[in-house]
């Protein structure tokens, strides 16, 4: 085991030329991953790495090494994780990706069933409006839309959500509820600036009959959070085009109305990201699947569409 650990930080340290970067990966110290790289080329008798102040170079026996071990690194640490259901308990540290609002709302009071249930898993939760690269910076899970698909990453999709149109009761006090799309567009909005492309996003909406139309808002604020979007709308700063998972429990106690209940906005699918290596860790595939039992058994998707 203390070999297997060298020849990871080695491993680690050469995919991203950095002693700290690997450290990151891995949960340790940049002097931990030096001392197992340094116990390794001990062990072989050749140094494996060029090192200088600002970055690490493989040696010609370390890019030989690095051909003949890296392949079957990441088998023999998942053959080990799986061992663990040989003993009935997923083991090690659970690593995962969540959006801000909707790992806060939806995932995160999960927590407590999900400790109980896996006792020997420690969840290392990171909550984050952005791209992740699962497998370059070491991350078992990720949930959340859009996140592009690099090669090793599978997706499993959960629900496939809906944007609405929504408002204050405050806000449209003094005015008449809209009959076409055209009736809002010079109602002050909040519109939202995608956090991965710094794009204002249109407002796209189709209807049951799969007609589409497009409304050019009035942005009277710009905000890149849909929970704050909401909250925004709370304070009648305007209307606006809200993911469905955001807006729900609003919706349901009054304090945000539905315009044009008619149309909605395409989100596209909510899906749970994964390694697609065939020895999965027993850890990652238990919460996997705990994930989709509970959007199962809760019928979030469902419950996350405009009908």
Same mark, same amino acid.
């Given at each position: 085991?203390? !070999?297997?650990?060298?020849?990871? /930080? ?22 931990? =991953? ?6 390794l080329e001990g062990k072989l008798g050749v140094r494996l790495f060029q090192r200088s102040t600002r970055r690490l170079t493989l040696t @010609? ?6 051909? @003949?071990?890296?392949?079957? $690194?990441? !088998? ?33 009071? $999960?927590?407590?069933?999900? *400790? ?7 969840? #290392?939760?990171?909550? %984050? ?5 699962? =497998?370059? @910076?070491?991350?078992?899970?990720? =949930? ?12 499993? %999709? ?34 939202r600036r995608s956090s991965n492309t710094g794009r204002i996003q249109p407002w796209q909406l189709r209807n049951k009959n799969n007609e589409? #139309? *497009? ?19 709370? *304070? ?7 993911? *469905? ?10 304090? $945000? ?12 699918? $909510?899906?749970?990201?994964?390694? /697609? ?15 989709? @039992? ?14």
């Amino acid at each position: 085991m203390e !070999t297997l650990a060298s020849i990871e /930080s080695f491993v680690r340290s050469a995919e991203t030329s950095s002693f700290s970067a690997a450290a990151r990966l891995l949960g340790l110290t940049p002097a931990a =991953i030096s001392k197992n790289v340094a116990t390794l080329e001990g062990k072989l008798g050749v140094r494996l790495f060029q090192r200088s102040t600002r970055r690490l170079t493989l040696t @010609e026996a370390g890019e030989a090494f690095l051909l @003949e071990v890296s392949g079957g $690194l990441d !088998t023999v640490q998942a053959a080990l994780a799986n061992a663990s259901r040989n003993r009935g308990q997923p083991s090690g540290t659970l690593k995962v990706s969540l959006a801000f609002a909707f790992g806060r709302q939806y995932i995160l009071p $999960l927590l407590t069933d999900f *400790m109980a249930k896996y006792p020997d898993i420690q969840p #290392d939760w990171r909550f %984050e409006n952005r791209q992740v690269d699962l =497998i370059n @910076e070491g991350i078992d899970v990720a =949930i959340g839309g859009g996140i592009e698909l690099s090669p090793g990453v599978v997706a499993r %999709e959960l629900a496939r959500p809906h944007m609405v149109l929504v408002a204050s009761p405050a806000f449209l006090a003094d005015k008449k509820m809209p009959k076409v799309l055209a009736d809002v567009s010079a109602w002050d909005a909040i519109v939202r600036r995608s956090s991965n492309t710094g794009r204002i996003q249109p407002w796209q909406l189709r209807n049951k009959n799969n007609e589409q #139309d *497009m409304v050019e808002p009035k942005a009277r604020v710009i905000l890149n959070d849909p929970e704050a979007i909401c909250n925004a709308v709370l *304070m009648d700063v305007g209307i606006a085009l809200v993911p *469905m998972p955001h807006v729900r429990n609003y919706l349901q106690d009054g304090s $945000l109305i539905r315009l044009l209940p008619k149309w909605y906005g395409d989100v596209g699918p $909510l899906a749970i990201y994964f390694s /697609s290596a065939k020895l999965l860790p027993a850890k990652t595939r238990v919460f996997v699947d705990f994930i989709v @039992e509970h959007f199962r058994h809760e019928d979030l998707a469902k419950k996350f569409s405009a009908f």
